[in-house]
């Protein structure tokens, strides 16, 4: 690790032991190091087959269309992103645990579907495009595990799509592109970005929305801050209520457009246990 990264990694530290409310937003990029492919990484599905990032778009299409076949179709194709029920959590999610643990951490939005925050404990959680393991009804919004369901029966009977009790048609609750996100984590997130006084992105490209434009909700909002001038007179100025850091393995458009306060290039497998090591020794 080069010096600059650790002055960045001891900077994180401090401000997140500073801060009142800090949130975490996560992406694909963080669950890479515990073997499941990104979209638009290096190495990512999407950087290496064209044609994956097209059929995704079709896959709400063909929900509204005929969710029927919808079903039939998932039931017999693997996940586009392997076997998530063996995957396990890596040392970035545990140390957002161990950061919530420690009350520093109030709320962790994540795009990922993999359920790896919620398996490694993360208990603050927001899955703003769902879960992979769950399932929702698109009329009430309620949502069930996706082992409370036969699928595989209900399919053998011809009798998919599945149905609530409510009447309406149960999808995944994997949040698919066109799909809008579902109510309740859409408002919970702009509060949440709204509220907090330190954001913390790791491992996410930032370009998918509305995800993406929480942080720049964050920047929005101002607050006054009283700065003492050289003259010896008081100054009243508008800042951002929020510290934005981003850890990431390379800059994405946040990191550009000035909305991140300040970037940690690098492995969230490494970088956020480095933290973590930092306000423990701060504590001390
Ligand atoms: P993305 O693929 O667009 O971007 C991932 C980012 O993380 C890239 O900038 C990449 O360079 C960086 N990265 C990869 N490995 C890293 C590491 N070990 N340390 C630090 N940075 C790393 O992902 P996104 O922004 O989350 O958007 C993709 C969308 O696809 C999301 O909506 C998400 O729901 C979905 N997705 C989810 C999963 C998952 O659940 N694990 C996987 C792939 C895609």
Redesign the pocket.
């Known amino acids: 690790m080069g010096l600059e990264k650790n002055d960045l990694i001891k900077r994180a530290a401090e401000d997140l032991k500073k801060a009142k409310h800090a949130i975490a937003l ?8 515990s073997g ?7 190495f ?3 950087t290496t087959d064209h044609g994956a990032e097209r059929r995704a778009y079709q896959t709400y299409e063909k929900f509204l269309e005929d969710p029927r076949r919808y079903w039939e179709e998932r039931l017999n194709a693997p996940s586009l ?1 392997g076997d998530l029920e063996k995957a396990e959590p890596n040392p ?1 999610h545990t140390a957002l645990v161990e950061l919530e643990k420690m009350g520093i951490l109030k709320y962790l939005i994540t ?4 359920g ?1 925050h919620e398996k490694a404990g993360s208990r603050n959680l927001i899955e703003y ?1 769902g879960s ?1 393991f769950k399932l929702r009804c698109v009329k009430c919004g309620s949502r069930s595990g996706i082992k409370e369901i036969d699928l595989e029966k209900l399919r053998i009977e011809e009798k998919l799509p599945p149905l609530c009790r409510c009447g309406g048609v149960i999808k995944s609750d994997v ?1 698919h592109f066109g799909e809008p996100i579902p109510i309740d984590a859409a408002r919970r997130s702009q509060e949440e970005a709204w509220r907090c006084d330190l954001m913390l992105i ?7 929305y509305p ?1 993406a434009q929480l942080p720049r909700l964050a920047k929005k909002h101002l607050v006054e801050k009283e700065t003492k001038t050289e003259s010896g007179l008081y100054l009243v100025k508008q800042v951002p209520a929020a510290t934005i850091i981003e ?4 800059p ?1 458009p946040l990191t550009e457009a000035g909305i991140s306060d300040y970037l940690i290039r ?4 490494e ?1 956020l246990p480095g933290i973590v090591q930092e306000i423990k020794g701060i504590q001390r």
């Open positions: 996560t992406g694909a990029g963080i669950s890479t190091e499941i492919p990104d979209f638009r990484g290096p990512g599905i999407w992103l970035s795009q990922n579907i993999d790896l495009h992979y949040v790791c491992g996410t490209s930032a370009v998918v995800f850890v990431n393995a390379e994405t690098g492995k969230t497998g970088v």
